[in-house]
């Protein structure tokens, strides 16, 4: 077995590319010479990048050239109670970040949802979406795509179902311009955040497409899925799952416990998520949502680009006579608790703590749990964020906390 220095060695001399190092040696050993590589290339130490709790086997199929790991901050927020379609408990939520305060913020806010008797929280719609892209000759040829794709749904959810043990076609929608056909394909992937199931399903059915229709397939992602871009058919049709979790909290824990009124927090929501992002031509109408999706990503090894769609999120505020309503709604939340990041140990651990790693019974329970529960957290970091906005409290938490 090769060690670590005469790899490096093989690589400067232009004998090994660097992905072919594991063909020569163990992962820990081919990541130990990817290091000292990059060592005597550049002015880097790499010392604390090639500290890692677990054998670099284990992320084979999260990254290619492995070097090391990146160690994010990992802190809990809660527990807070959650009553959901299918998180039902209290529970303590894993979020991984660098950003000073947030933690504070967030676990703020879920010790006041606590303390009025948790949150409530269900997926609306769920599935993931993949919409490849045809060339036809031109109107007449894409209309003859589009009556076959109707007229022919049972045997595109045949094909494309043929490729996986899970997934299910839910919808197939057309979309012509000019000489362009995208058909939008929408997947139920059960506890997979489903990705690459809904590119390998669609890549069969787009060949029955060509097979059966006068279309060329030119893109097998035209763009209109839409993924990992800010698109408003995501906000509006949602992908992967959209959530909603609301609470009613009384005025006097509001009071006592957030230092404002909510009639300060609807005005401050009102004013900044709702008419503040419509000026701005935004997507999100809300504070800062993505902080807590993103945190909550990279505990538990989601996709961290796809925090893109789970920024499409609205805040609602509303003022009553003896409590403060309040709610988000994300309309394209990408979660799994299955393949991709959640298999990595620290990741694992952290979906553990929620009780919801791997499969769930019946399949996708685990899925939409972990959905409800970030949705809870978002609205958590909501609540805490406007309440300090309307309090004038914002500057001095961070100056407290040395943020």
Same mark, same amino acid.
């Given at each position: 077995?090769?060690?670590?220095?005469?790899?490096?060695?093989? %690589?400067?001399?232009?004998?090994?590319?660097?992905?072919?190092?594991?063909?020569?040696?163990?992962?820990?050993?081919?990541?130990?010479?990817?290091?000292?590589?990059?060592?005597?290339?550049t002015d880097?130490?790499?010392?604390?990048?090639?500290?890692?709790?677990?054998?670099?086997e284990?992320?084979?199929?999260?990254?290619e050239n492995?070097?090391?790991?990146?160690?994010?901050?990992?802190?809990?927020?809660?527990?807070?109670? %959650?009553?959901?379609?299918?998180?039902?408990?209290?529970?303590?939520?894993? !979020?991984?970040?660098?950003?000073?305060?947030? &933690?504070?913020?967030?676990?703020?806010?879920?010790?006041?949802?606590?303390?009025?008797?948790?949150?409530?929280?269900?997926?609306?719609?769920?599935?993931?979406?993949?919409?490849?892209?045809?060339?036809?000759?031109?109107?007449?040829?894409?209309?003859?795509? %589009?009556?076959?794709?109707?007229?022919?749904?049972?045997?595109?959810?045949?094909?494309?179902?043929?490729?996986?043990?899970?997934?299910?076609?839910?919808?197939?929608?057309?979309?012509?311009?000019?000489?362009?056909?995208?058909?939008?394909?929408?997947?139920d992937?059960?506890?997979?955040?489903?990705?690459?199931?809904?590119?390998?399903?669609?890549?069969e059915?787009?060949? !029955?497409?060509?097979?059966?229709?006068?279309?060329?397939?030119?893109?097998?992602?035209?763009?209109?899925?839409?993924?990992?871009?800010?698109?408003?058919?995501?906000?509006?049709?949602?992908?992967?799952?959209?959530?909603?979790?609301?609470?009613?909290?009384?005025?006097?824990?509001?009071?006592?416990?957030?230092?404002?009124?909510?009639?300060?927090?609807?005005?401050?929501?009102?004013?900044?998520? &709702?008419?503040?992002?419509?000026?701005?031509?935004?997507?999100?109408?809300?504070?800062?949502?993505?902080?807590?999706?993103?945190?909550?990503?990279?505990?538990?090894?989601?996709?961290?680009?796809?925090?893109v769609?789970?920024?499409?999120?609205?805040?609602?505020?509303?003022?009553?006579?003896?409590?403060?309503?309040?709610? %988000?709604?994300?309309?394209? &939340?990408?979660?799994?608790?299955?393949?991709?990041?959640?298999?990595?140990?620290?990741?694992?651990?952290?979906?553990?703590?929620?009780?919801?790693?791997?499969?769930?019974?019946?399949?996708?329970?685990?899925?939409?749990?972990?959905?409800?529960?970030?949705?809870?957290?978002?609205?958590?970091?909501?609540?805490? !964020?406007?309440?300090?906005?309307?309090?004038?409290?914002?500057?001095?938490?961070?100056?407290?906390?040395?943020?």
């Amino acid at each position: 077995m090769t060690d670590a220095d005469d790899l490096a060695e093989q %690589v400067l001399a232009g004998d090994l590319r660097l992905y072919e190092l594991e063909d020569h040696a163990d992962h820990d050993t081919a990541a130990a010479a990817r290091r000292k590589l990059l060592e005597s290339e550049t002015d880097a130490t790499l010392d604390t990048v090639g500290q890692y709790a677990f054998p670099a086997e284990d992320a084979e199929t999260a990254i290619e050239n492995m070097v090391g790991t990146i160690q994010v901050p990992l802190g809990v927020a809660g527990p807070v109670a %959650v009553s959901g379609g299918s998180a039902d408990g209290e529970y303590y939520l894993p !979020l991984a970040t660098t950003e000073g305060a947030l &933690l504070a913020s967030v676990n703020r806010g879920c010790s006041v949802i606590d303390s009025a008797g948790g949150a409530d929280a269900r997926v609306t719609k769920q599935g993931m979406t993949r919409a490849p892209v045809f060339r036809v000759q031109g109107i007449t040829e894409a209309e003859e795509v %589009v009556n076959w794709v109707r007229d022919n749904r049972d045997a595109l959810a045949e094909t494309a179902e043929s490729t996986t043990n899970h997934g299910e076609l839910l919808d197939v929608t057309t979309y012509v311009v000019g000489d362009s056909v995208f058909l939008r394909f929408v997947y139920d992937t059960k506890d997979a955040m489903g990705m690459n199931m809904a590119t390998i399903a669609t890549r069969e059915a787009a060949s !029955l497409v060509e097979e059966e229709t006068p279309a060329s397939l030119v893109a097998l992602s035209g763009n209109l899925c839409s993924d990992k871009k800010p698109a408003a058919i995501n906000a509006v049709e949602g992908r992967g799952r959209s959530v909603t979790a609301d609470v009613k909290i009384p005025r006097e824990v509001v009071e006592e416990r957030l230092h404002t009124t909510p009639e300060a927090i609807e005005e401050a929501n009102t004013r900044k998520n &709702l008419v503040g992002s419509a000026k701005a031509g935004a997507l999100g109408f809300n504070a800062h949502a993505a902080n807590v999706v993103a945190a909550a990503f990279l505990a538990t090894g989601q996709d961290a680009a796809q925090v893109v769609e789970g920024s499409n999120a609205i805040t609602t505020v509303e003022a009553r006579e003896d409590e403060l309503y309040a709610s %988000v709604s994300i309309a394209s &939340l990408e979660v799994g608790t299955v393949g991709g990041g959640t298999k990595l140990p620290t990741q694992a651990e952290a979906l553990d703590v929620l009780g919801l790693r791997g499969g769930g019974d019946p399949a996708g329970s685990n899925a939409d749990a972990l959905a409800e529960i970030i949705t809870v957290g978002a609205l958590a970091g909501e609540l805490s !964020l406007l309440a300090a906005l309307a309090s004038r409290h914002l500057s001095s938490a961070h100056e407290e906390l040395g943020r």
